[in-house]
């Protein structure tokens, strides 16, 4: 398979070509050529994002290659103002390029712009102006975006499959149900004989459907509708979120992903020179309602002087290796970077997970479509194996 790989190397940020069995030889191919890998994805497949919309990785990405090319902040800016087409792009680079000629530092230009830059990026960035390792801070946010765009990207993959193959056998289903099962109707009700029970009623939803066909129609369009406004309100209030943490063997793995995202942000922001409270504070948007109470009581427990380690044990906020890491941070001075070895084990876990349900609910949900068209089937064609063993 041939895999685009955009990385750093001695000319500013480059997107390379490569044919690999998988991601990892990739990017063991890219590393192999005096380059670093900063993202990769499937040769010839379009961007995510539309025309024209920012793109705070990619923005990254370039400034730092600017940086280490040897050009300062405000011509780095520049730079990148002067080479942008896209229109909002250029906006925001623009203003951001105003702010500094001002005389405002780095993060306070970039909080002016909270649509495009994140808290957790601003108090990256603010931190790194205090120990000037800017271009530290920078890698270090690609190398966080990228970890966890690898894995929301492998729970995506996971569930394309899935939501299509469920799409279809709907479709399917419909179609049986509210066409070729009519058309049956119509055939049977003047045949005059005795239809197996299950059959009596999938003919009677026939006939139904037959004479109340555009009723039947509208109906389906005004659930449709309302099932979209009810679905968006409940996906916005984080019901998925909350019904998925009830599933059994699912709900564990949704809690290990979210611990695993709060280790990464955490420990970025500690390797980045954040004090713990405050980048506790910067990465609480990254968690459900629930958790966040739990982790406010936590951030409470360690302003009175408890342990990292304790506090997030006391709130169910690690995992068994978890805080045994931490446990060892505290006392090497290394928090930070057991946190990001804490994320990158859980990280490992999921993929684990996410195999597993890939290859065991795929082949379940293909049974259970199979099995109702099936069924539907079959029972459409009892009266027609009945009548032809009359026959003989």
Same mark, same amino acid.
């Given at each position: 398979?041939?895999?685009?790989?955009?990385?750093?190397?001695?000319?500013?940020?480059?997107? =390379?070509?490569?044919?690999?069995?998988? =991601?990892?030889?990739?990017?063991?191919?890219?590393?192999?050529?005096?380059?670093?890998?900063?993202?990769?994805?499937?040769?010839?497949?379009?961007?995510?994002?539309?025309?024209?919309?920012?793109?705070?990785?990619?923005?990254?990405?370039?400034?730092?290659?600017?940086?280490?090319?040897?050009?300062?902040?405000?011509?780095?800016?520049?730079?990148?103002?002067?080479?942008?087409?896209?229109?909002?792009?250029?906006?925001?680079?623009?203003?951001?390029?105003?702010?500094?000629?001002?005389?405002?530092?780095?993060?306070?230009?970039?909080?002016?712009?909270?649509?495009?830059?994140?808290?957790?990026?601003?108090?990256?960035?603010?931190?790194?102006?205090?120990?000037?390792?800017?271009?530290?801070?920078?890698?270090?946010?690609?190398?966080?975006?990228?970890?966890?765009?690898?894995?929301?990207?492998?729970?995506?993959?996971?569930?394309?499959?899935?939501?299509?193959?469920?799409?279809?056998?709907?479709?399917?289903?419909?179609?049986?149900?509210?066409?070729?099962?009519?058309?049956? &109707?119509? =055939?049977?009700?003047?045949?005059?004989?005795?239809?197996?029970?299950?059959?009596?009623?999938?003919?009677?939803?026939?006939?139904?459907?037959?004479?109340?066909?555009?009723?039947?129609?509208?109906?389906?369009?005004?659930?449709?509708?309302?099932?979209?406004?009810?679905?968006?309100?409940?996906?916005? &209030?984080?019901?998925?979120?909350?019904?998925?943490?009830?599933?059994?063997?699912?709900?564990?793995?949704?809690?290990?992903?979210?611990?695993?995202?709060?280790?990464?942000?955490?420990?970025?922001?500690?390797?980045?020179?954040?004090?713990?409270?405050?980048?506790?504070?910067?990465?609480?948007?990254?968690?459900?309602?629930?958790?966040?109470?739990?982790?406010?009581?936590?951030?409470?427990?360690?302003?009175?002087?408890?342990?990292?380690?304790?506090?997030?044990?006391?709130?169910?906020?690690?995992?068994?290796?978890?805080?045994?890491?931490?446990?060892?941070?505290?006392?090497?001075?290394?928090?930070?970077?057991?946190?990001?070895?804490?994320?990158?084990?859980?990280?490992?876990?999921?993929?684990?997970?996410?195999? =597993?349900?890939?290859?065991?609910?795929?082949?379940?949900?293909?049974?259970?479509?199979?099995?109702?068209?099936?069924?539907?089937?079959?029972?459409?064609?009892?009266?027609?194996?009945?009548?032809?063993?009359?026959?003989?």
């Amino acid at each position: 398979m041939r895999y685009a790989v955009r990385a750093i190397g001695s000319t500013g940020v480059v997107t =390379v070509t490569v044919d690999a069995a998988d =991601v990892a030889t990739a990017l063991a191919q890219v590393g192999a050529q005096a380059l670093r890998p900063l993202s990769v994805s499937a040769a010839g497949a379009r961007r995510s994002s539309p025309r024209g919309q920012f793109s705070l990785p990619l923005f990254s990405q370039e400034l730092l290659a600017l940086l280490e090319a040897g050009l300062s902040l405000t011509e780095a800016i520049d730079a990148l103002c002067d080479k942008e087409q896209r229109a909002e792009a250029r906006a925001v680079l623009e203003q951001l390029a105003r702010a500094l000629n001002e005389g405002l530092r780095f993060s306070a230009a970039l909080e002016a712009q909270p649509a495009h830059f994140p808290a957790l990026y601003v108090g990256l960035m603010r931190a790194a102006e205090r120990t000037s390792s800017l271009p530290a801070s920078l890698s270090r946010y690609i190398d966080y975006r990228s970890r966890l765009d690898a894995v929301r990207g492998r729970v995506v993959s996971a569930l394309i499959y899935p939501a299509i193959l469920a799409a279809v056998g709907l479709l399917v289903t419909l179609f049986l149900l509210g066409h070729v099962v009519p058309r049956f &109707a119509g =055939v049977y009700q003047g045949t005059g004989r005795e239809l197996p029970w299950l059959s009596q009623q999938l003919i009677a939803w026939g006939a139904f459907a037959a004479q109340h066909g555009k009723a039947l129609a509208i109906g389906a369009a005004g659930l449709l509708f309302a099932a979209i406004v009810t679905g968006r309100a409940w996906w916005q &209030a984080g019901g998925p979120q909350r019904l998925l943490r009830r599933l059994p063997g699912i709900g564990s793995t949704v809690v290990t992903f979210e611990l695993a995202r709060l280790y990464l942000s955490l420990g970025t922001l500690l390797e980045g020179g954040l004090p713990i409270l405050q980048a506790m504070g910067l990465a609480e948007g990254l968690l459900s309602a629930e958790t966040l109470q739990r982790y406010r009581l936590a951030a409470a427990a360690i302003g009175r002087g408890e342990s990292v380690s304790q506090a997030f044990e006391g709130a169910a906020l690690v995992t068994p290796v978890a805080l045994r890491m931490l446990r060892v941070g505290e006392r090497t001075g290394q928090l930070g970077e057991m946190m990001e070895r804490a994320a990158r084990f859980h990280d490992g876990e999921i993929s684990r997970r996410i195999d =597993v349900f890939a290859r065991t609910f795929e082949p379940l949900l293909m049974a259970a479509i199979g099995l109702v068209v099936g069924t539907i089937v079959v029972l459409l064609y009892m009266p027609i194996f009945d009548l032809a063993g009359s026959l003989r």
